[in-house]
């Protein structure tokens, strides 16, 4: 691959993007739900959120190689 055709990172606005959606999700379980089938499925999603955070900075730190 050339150094022209390189992706750019994208890394940084995901990680960006995921820390807004996880501090969304926090605020939706605080208080504002509506649906009784919701805190469980927020709460998945919230965990899947933190864990998804994790994987930028272990690429970052080399330990996805």
Do not use: C, N
């Not at 022209?4 to 379980?29: C, F, M, T, V």
């Not at 930028?56 to 730190?61: L, S």
């Amino acid at each position: 691959m050339t150094p022209e055709s390189r992706k750019p990172d994208l890394r940084p606005q995901l990680r960006e993007l995921l820390k807004w959606y996880d501090e969304a999700l926090g605020h939706i379980a605080a208080g504002v739900i509506v649906e009784p089938v919701e805190p469980e499925r927020l709460k998945e999603e919230h965990a899947l959120t933190a864990r998804l955070l994790e994987f930028p900075e272990a690429d970052e730190r080399g330990e996805l190689d």
